[in-house]
Structure formats: structure tokens, C-alpha cells
């Protein structure tokens, strides 16, 4: 949620910073803007929409010389989107710049004392409050990193700041709290960003900024400050990522792209955890008298995690034979959870920076829970915080909608399970063997589901049904947790009113909702529970629903005897299967979308990161 970037070097800074927000877009896109010195002094430009509209105004950056600059780009907390409230703020005093990724949650006391001392404001944006405030102590004190430090030490809630002081042209002063900033090291040159991706095309070296960090910076030097102010060597790390893992490539959409990526990111994540025909994960240690002490697993994120959680819970419970509970990060923080040490709690998170997730482990940890992470971005907040961490290498996912760290937290939790009821004694040998031999297989399972046949399928259907005002996702155990994700994916991307519920729930109030031409997407792919399905696909036609049913090629024929239209996978292990059937759902979604017209991998109102809660 929101993205910053700071440049220092002998490059032109306005085209690197913004060759950064548009690496950085996915987390924020309502308004963009940059500030770059040079002899006319801190000049900000900024515009309210796409990054493309700051870009038009700066004619691709040229319109700003100067060497040293920050930029951002902005998902809307403190006032709506609009020119004046866009990033950089200046101070009130003229002098002090800043960009700001995070939300400062005792603005309100702090923009009243900042009155009090004869600040004015432009905007209504928390980030104005801190360069006022910056502004406030620089002149107290006429020390920039001291007037940075005073301000800092007095700020509640999250932030990844970026800073300049026109008395100090040079110099950019980067300071972060529960937000990512990273920290790029290149030849006369260094960089600050939010995000990897951003910097990527200038350097490949970079550190990772821990909360409380401090890093005063120009073209040829950099000092590292920890919380207490002592100054502190951070470790370069080298990124191994191609380049093209954050370009497009030949695509139209990042979204469709990383529906593609999902063969190699199932391959890089399962291969290193299977050897010699045994699980093995990361070395998380999870011992026989732990799990049988424990009372409950919960399983905790947000959004499409949590849905992840959901077939998590399924999965656990069936393997382990453990009372297992997903619960959304927001309600688990404040609902006074029944959590102890006999607890395992799991979180699951691409960013590994969602602040409703990040706030449940904290809480999780202090009463006494052992905590274990799924993360996809490396060093990311809950994955330092949480006890172990078990990281999906689904590489970087830039499409607001999430495919490929969706289906590869699936298999962690599959692996997962599979080691649990592995130490517990709850899973027979044969049936160990046949899910490793189902893991090894899974990549190539769902490459055959990307094929041309089911591509095709899914755009015809997709034509077929996006005018469509209303869809229900209908589906049994497993299959219900994929309608969860697969509605989720529709409404995000095509803003077509969506929901989704269990097959037998549905007659207990929302079949009311069913008449004519309703699109029901009914989800048939547990042999047992096949007839069940049917029946409840039957109560909704009756009602005039247009059915679209997804099931095994094996059960196509008498599901398409009482459905409108069907897709057909193959069938799997039972526990694997839900990988294969959210392909399609994945693939109906965009292409609904692109009927529909919608901005697929920036949907509205919408960011990829959310660190506010
Ligand atoms: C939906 C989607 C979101 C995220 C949710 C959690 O396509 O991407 O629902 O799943 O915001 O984000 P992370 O996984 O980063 O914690």
C-alpha cells in the first residue's frame, strides 16, 4: 500500500524514480509524484490517477533535472485522491521534503501540537503532518538526521519514509517502521524503494532495513543508524531474480503471466522440500510430543490466504486429525482468541506485510503460541517475526490479484500436513507415498490444465456469461474453498457481484437470490459428494439459474446432463485436486474481465499490499 522510491547519483533522477513507481504501481495507484532538487531548489510534481499522467506532465522525467530526488505512489488512506494530497508533502517552512509508505495513527494529536506551533496545512494526509514536523525540529535544531530522529521517536503506527532538506541537496535521509524499505547499492549511485522490483534494472545488491533503521544517504556514501542511533554495518545481499520476473514479457497482463508462472512456481517450491521420496521442510520442527500436546491449529491471513487457510483447515484436519480453525487476521486480533502455548498458529502471506496478519501473529506470540509463517517475499515483516517460516518461491506476483502464491501456499500446506501426519502416525505409508508421488506430478498436472483446449474453454464461457450481473460459487469440502477464491477472483477483477457458498448452505437463505439466468458456478469434483452437488445444481436450475459446472473429465457427461455449460480437468489425488480446479476459475476471471473492459491487474479501489488495517 503505497510505494516510495529515493534516488542519489549522476543519472538524471526524475526517469529512475519513475522507471521505480512503475515497478512499485501494484501497491498503490490513485496519485503519483516526485520531488527532485536542483538549483531552483525542492520542486514537487504530482498528479492525481495512473503513473502515466505524472509521466505525461514530467515529459518522461526531462521536465526535472537533477540528480537527487524521491517519488511515491499512493493508495488513498488520509483524504481521497487528488493532486494536493498526493507525495512528496513539504514542510510549511519550505524545506523539508517527504514521501511516506504507512500510516501514522496519532496524526490527529500530532497535526494539533504542529498547529500549535504555527504549521499550516495543504492537505489532509498523515504524511504532511511528519514533514511539518521534520520541518519543526530541523529548525529547533538545525540538524537534519537530529530533526528526522525528533520526529520519528514521537510517531505511533507504520512508515517508510523518505526524506530531503534543501539545505542539504544532497542528501536523503531513509528511516522505516513496519513498513518494507530496502536499501540498493550501485557504482557513484544508491537507491531506497519499497519493493525489490523497483530498483532492479539499476542494481542487484541491495540491504533490508529493520524497523527503527535509519539510512542517511548521498550519490557516494551511506551511514546506517539502528533504533538507538548507534550506527550499524548492514549485509548486502545479492538478488537473484531475472529481471524478467517483474517485466510483463510477452503478455498482455501480469495476471495472466503469473497464471502461466504456476507449473515452474509449483516446481521451485515443492522440488527442494521431496528427497529421496520424503518430505523435507526447511527444517521446521514440529515434534511428535508438540503436536500431539497441541489443542488447536489456527491458520490466520487475509483474503485470498485466508482461503488458503480455509482448504488448509480441510486438509489438516483430515490428515492430522487435529481440531484445526481459519480465522481472517482482522477479526483474530481483536477477538480475545483462546491461544496458548498448546497452539500452533499459521500465517499465510504472499507479502509477508499485511498489517491485519502481521498484528495477529504479534498478538499469537505474546500469548504464548508458537507461530509458523507462510510467506512468498523474502525478509518480509512476518516472516522475521513469526518462529519458523516456510517461504513459497513463487517469485514476484506484480498482479493485484493473486494466482501463483495462491496455488503455491496450497502446496506448502499440503507438504505441511503431510510431514504433521507423518510424525503423528495419521497417515498410512501408501497413502505418504501416492500424495509425494501426486506432489512430484503436481507442476505438470496443472501446465496440462494451461493448455489450449481449457484456454479456449474459458474464453468462450467467459463470452458467454460477462454481461452477467450476479454469480454464486457452489461447491462441497474442498471444492467450497476453492468457490471461496474463484468468486473472490471475479468480483476483484470484473466487478461482477459475486458470492460464494458451501452447495447445502445454499437453500437456507440465498437461493432466494436465484431467477432467471443467474450464473451459478458450481463446483463437482469429490467423487462421494458428486451426487450431493448434482442435487443441489438441480434445485438452482430449477429456479432458472444458468449453471457453468466445473468437474472431472471422468464425471462430464452426467454433469453436463443437468448443467448449462461445463469445464473438465483431470482427475488427481483427491487432497490435490483443489490446484487444478481454481485454474480454470482463474482463467474464467480474466477473460471476464477483459470482456468487461476492466483494468485487470490494477482493479479498482484496490492494492496489493495492505498494510493499513
Ligand atoms: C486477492 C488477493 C488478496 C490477498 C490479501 C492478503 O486476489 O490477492 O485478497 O490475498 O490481501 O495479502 P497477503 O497474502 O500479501 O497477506
Not at 524521491?70 to 514521501?99: E, F, L, Q, Y
Not at 480465522?327 to 480475545?336: G, H, K, P, T
Not at 512476518?382 to 493485484?400: N, R
Amino acid at each position: 500500500m503505497c510505494g516510495i522510491v529515493g534516488y542519489a547519483g549522476s543519472r538524471q533522477a526524475a526517469p529512475v524514480l519513475l522507471d521505480g513507481l512503475e515497478k512499485l504501481e501494484y501497491r498503490g495507484y490513485d496519485s503519483a509524484g516526485v520531488c527532485v532538487y536542483n538549483e531552483a531548489g525542492l520542486n514537487m510534481v504530482k498528479a492525481k490517477g495512473r503513473l502515466s499522467v505524472l509521466r505525461d506532465r514530467l515529459e518522461g522525467g526531462t521536465a526535472l533535472p537533477g540528480n537527487v530526488g524521491i517519488g511515491h505512489t499512493r493508495w488513498a488512506t488520509h483524504g481521497a485522491p487528488s493532486d494536493v494530497n498526493s507525495h512528496p508533502h513539504m514542510s510549511w517552512t519550505g524545506k523539508i521534503a517527504v514521501v511516506h509508505n504507512g500510516i501514522i495513527e496519532n496524526e490527529a494529536r500530532l497535526r494539533a501540537k504542529m498547529y500549535r506551533k504555527g504549521a499550516t496545512f495543504q492537505s489532509e494526509t498523515d504524511t504532511e503532518v511528519v514533514a511539518n514536523m521534520v520541518g519543526y525540529y530541523y529548525e529547533k535544531f538545525g540538524d537534519f538526521v537530529q530533526a528526522v530522529r525528533e520526529t520519528v521517536m514521537r510517531l505511533e503506527g507504520s512508515f517508510a519514509l523518505g526524506i530531503q532538506c534543501i539545505d542539504h541537496p544532497d542528501t536523503i535521509i531513509a528511516v522505516k517502521k513496519d513498513s518494507p524499505l530496502i536499501f540498493g547499492f550501485g557504482e557513484g549511485e544508491h537507491f531506497i524503494a519499497s519493493d525489490v522490483p523497483a530498483i532492479l534494472k539499476y542494481t542487484q545488491t541491495v540491504a533490508y532495513l529493520e524497523d527503527g533503521d535509519m539510512a542517511v544517504f548521498d550519490a557516494n556514501s551511506v551511514t546506517f543508524y539502528d533504533s538507538t542511533g548507534e550506527e550499524v554495518a548492514k549485509k548486502r545481499e545479492t538478488i537473484t531474480w531475472e529481471m524478467s520476473a517483474a517485466e510483463r514479457g510477452g503478455y498482455d497482463h501480469f495476471m495472466i503471466k503469473e497464471i502461466y508462472e504456476q507449473p515452474k512456481a509449483l516446481k521451485d517450491t515443492i522440488s527442494p522440500r521431496l528427497r529421496d521420496g520424503k518430505i523435507d521442510l526447511d527444517g521446521v520442527e514440529l515434534p511428535a510430543d508438540y503436536l500431539n500436546g497441541l489443542r488447536k491449529i489456527y491458520l490466520v491471513a487475509c483474503g485470498s490466504a485466508y482461503y488458503v487457510s480455509v482448504l488448509a483447515k480441510y486438509i489438516i484436519e483430515k490428515t492430522c486429525r487435529i481440531p484445526t480453525e481459519a480465522v481472517m487476521a482482522s477479526e483474530f486480533r481483536y477477538s480475545d482468541p483462546v491461544v496458548d502455548e498448546r497452539n500452533l498458529v499459521i500465517f499465510v502471506s504472499q507479502s509477508g506485510e499485511t498489517a491485519d496478519t502481521l498484528a495477529a501473529l504479534r498478538e499469537a506470540k505474546r500469548r504464548g503460541a508458537q507461530t509458523l509463517a507462510i510467506v512468498n517475499v523474502v525478509g518480509s515483516a512476518i516472516a522475521k517475526a513469526a518462529d519458523q517460516v516456510i517461504y513459497t518461491w513463487a517469485g514476484p506476483e506484480i498482479a493485484v490479484a493473486t494466482t501463483k502464491a495462491f496455488t503455491t501456499q496450497l502446496a506448502v500446506v499440503y507438504m505441511l500436513a503431510m510431514q504433521m501426519a507423518k510424525t503423528l502416525g495419521t497417515m498410512s505409508d501408501e497413502e505418504y507415498d501416492a500424495l509425494v508421488k501426486g506432489l512430484e506430478q503436481l507442476p505438470y498436472d496443472v501446465e496440462s490444465v494451461l493448455d489450449q483446449k481449457h484456454l479456449e474453454r474459458c474464453q468462450k464461457l467467459a463470452s458467454r456469461y460477462h454481461a452477467h450481473h450476479d454469480a454464486f460459487y457452489i461447491g462441497r469440502n474442498i471444492d467450497s474453498g476453492i468457490c471461496l477464491e474463484g468468486s473472490l477472483k471475479l468480483k476483484e477483477i470484473a466487478y461482477l457481484h459475486s458470492e460464494a457458498y458451501p452447495a447445502g448452505e445454499l437453500k437456507h437463505g440465498p437461493i432466494s437470490l436465484i431467477e432467471d439466468g443467474t450464473l451459478v458456478v458450481a463446483l463437482a469434483t469429490i467423487q462421494d459428494l458428486f451426487d450431493k452437488t448434482m442435487a443441489n445444481i438441480k434445485e438452482v436450475k430449477a429456479r432458472g439459474a444458468d449453471v457453468l459446472c466445473v468437474t472431472l473429465e471422468a464425471l462430464e457427461e452426467n454433469a453436463s446432463a443437468i448443467s448449462d455449460s461445463t469445464i473438465a480437468i483431470p482427475a488427481i489425488h483427491p487432497m490435490l485436486q483443489p490446484s487444478l480446479s481454481i485454474i480454470p476459475l482463474q482463467l474464467f476471471s480474466y477473460y471476464v474481465a477483459l470482456y468487461r473492459g476492466c483494468d485487470v491487474d490494477k482493479p479498482r479501489n484496490l492494492a496489493k499490499s495492505v498494510t493499513v488495517e
